[in-house]
């Protein structure tokens, strides 16, 4: 349930009604007025360089766009994209219109005036009607039909329809060449025709809510057991484009492992091969089935994929092609760090959070098996973090590789732990309304400094 109390706003307010405390702290009788000061993005167009940020706890859209800001200011056009999940939300206890609500009081605050989306996070079609009035980006996931068989009929007329595709296949900026067969596309389409079939009619449903042209798309392609190659992105494409599906970004699957807010684990080089590669698949896409100009990759990155940046910039370059890169930063684990780092009650409530998350990491972790990799044995005992210092505290889960004291293991668990501070309620709101200055430091200090300097601007 969506939890209310009476209306605290900063100002007070004259209505003696309540407020969203899961959105911010926005009377009821104000969210809609919120809306109209500041309008919807009317362009479908995603801008070059997009970053999504999560904001769970729906506090921290001012301090994430003042990092997107100093970007700005030294010269890198970011769009920002507060992306939030069905799941989140039903974790936290927060609608859709909170997410909305949170951004534009931010982008009226500071005078933000370039385009700005609100996207509902990886939608199915039994989800995405609580999203349609409150966001104008759409990550439709299709995990459960990819690799479902399609009928055989479907696949016949899509091989009729693209018989370009068997034999030799040669793309431009791809130095080697492809081989297929009739059988080799037919079993390709026969993956992934139901999921692109899927993503269309969640598409057409949008549509015909918003209207054509009123929103961005995602495909989200990245829940299957392996990286797509070059000839598979492309036949994916193909059927897109037979959907009539107006995709701005897609997310493919890469080899490694993207686990939650540690840096990614695996072969470096295979994954820029693999990124350059998909970058060439979508410009040569685009022209061949013409696909939205706007189309570019998303990486789907769990977040602090550090090691991934350089590449990811060298490639960028090399086909001055866009990104959007989801979920850059880690904002709860920001906030805990400035709990930590504001002592008192707020060194407390985070020591606490983990001893919980500690006592209830099983069931935590469940539903991020696939994204997680987490030692028992390297978590530290409670009562060792009863006792930590702010300092020790914030060593141990801020992201900093060069850290002695940094524990990827501890880091994990608290960033799917934030089930914890949802349950403690008021009390964790505010506590982050008591330790503001400290938590948006870090908030906005970790988004620019660890993310948007190293990927586009250092």
């Known amino acids: 349930m969506l939890k209310t109390e009476n209306c605290k706003t900063t100002k007070g307010c004259a209505h003696g009604t309540r407020f969203l405390s899961f959105g911010g702290p926005f009377c009821v009788v104000t969210v809609p007025a919120i809306f109209k000061l500041v309008p919807m993005n009317n362009s479908a167009s995603l801008g070059k360089f997009s970053f999504g940020m999560g904001d769970r706890f729906g506090r921290q859209a001012g301090a994430q766009l003042q990092a997107v800001i100093m970007a700005a200011e030294q010269g890198v056009e970011v769009t920002p994209v507060w992306n939030k999940s069905n799941r989140e939300h039903l974790i936290v206890g927060s609608k859709p219109a909170s997410v909305r609500a949170a951004a534009q009081k931010a982008v009226a605050q500071l005078g933000w005036k370039k385009p700005w989306h609100v996207d509902a996070d990886h939608i199915r079609l039994d989800t995405v009607d609580a999203f349609l009035d409150s966001s104008d980006f759409f990550t439709i996931d299709v995990a459960d039909s990819i690799g479902r068989p399609a009928p055989e009929a479907a696949v016949r007329t899509f091989l009729d329809r693209h018989g370009e595709l068997a034999g030799r296949l040669e793309i431009p900026g ?11 596309v037919s079993r390709v389409a026969g993956h992934y025709l139901c999921a692109v079939q899927e993503a269309g009619r969640i598409f057409r449903h949008i549509a015909r809510a918003k209207g054509a042209g009123n929103f961005i ?3 989200s392609m990245d829940e299957t057991g392996s990286a797509q190659t070059p000839p598979e992105l492309l036949i994916i494409l193909a059927a897109m484009a037979d959907e009539k599906i107006a995709l701005q970004t897609i997310a493919p699957k890469f080899t490694g492992r993207f686990n939650k807010g540690v840096d990614y684990v695996g072969d470096v080089a295979q994954f820029q091969r693999e990124f ?34 350089q590449p990811i910039r060298r490639a960028l370059a090399q086909f001055n092609a866009g990104l959007h890169l989801k979920t850059a930063g880690t904002t709860w684990l920001e906030e805990l760090i400035g709990l930590a780092e504001a002592g008192g009650d707020g060194l407390a409530l985070a020591r606490e959070i983990y001893a919980q998350a500690l006592d209830h990491r099983a069931e935590l972790c469940a539903p991020y098996a ?42 994990q668990l608290l960033h799917v732990g934030y089930k914890i501070a949802a349950q403690q309620g008021p009390r964790y709101l505010n506590m982050l309304d008591a330790c503001a200055e400290t938590v948006a430091r870090n908030v906005t200090q970790n988004l620019f400094q660890r993310h948007l300097k190293p990927l586009l601007l250092d």
Not at 174 to 184: K, T, V, W, Y
Not at 390 to 410: G, I, K, T, V, W
């Open 174 to 184: 791809i130095q080697r060449s492809f081989e297929l067969d009739r059988a080799e």
């Open 217 to 219: 798309a995602e495909v």
């Open 276 to 309: 350059s590669e998909d970058l060439a698949v979508i410009a040569f896409a685009v022209k061949k089935y013409g696909l939205p100009q706007s189309l570019k990759l998303s990486v789907h990155s769990g977040s602090d994929k550090f090691s991934l940046y």
């Open 370 to 411: 696939s994204v997680i990799d987490i030692d028992p044995a390297k978590l530290p005992a409670k009562e060792q973090v009863a006792r930590w210092t702010s300092a020790q505290y914030a060593a141990a889960l801020r992201h900093d590789p060069r850290c002695p004291e940094f524990n990827p293991h501890l880091r």
